[in-house]
């Protein structure tokens, strides 16, 4: 999970997993109460209209 320092800047906590899938852990933050629906909703709809890979994007842009 990424947490603020004293600057404002987000860093990555200890339990984070660089290679967790995003939805996932979306569902992990919303059971443990750490986001609302809104929040989870609005962070769900836009991790479905990213693309899964640098190929996906370079066609969409190209």
């Known amino acids: 999970m990424a ?3 004293g600057d404002g800047r987000r860093r990555l906590g200890a339990g984070t997993d660089p290679g967790a899938d995003p939805v996932e852990t ?3 933050r919303y059971a443990d109460g750490d986001i609302d629906d809104a929040e989870f909703d609005a ?3 836009r991790l479905l209209d990213t693309p899964d890979t640098l190929a996906e994007l370079e066609a969409e842009r190209g």
Do not use: T, V, W
């Open 43 to 45: 962070r769900l709809d």
């Open 26 to 28: 979306l569902k992990r």
């Open 3 to 5: 947490r603020r320092d």
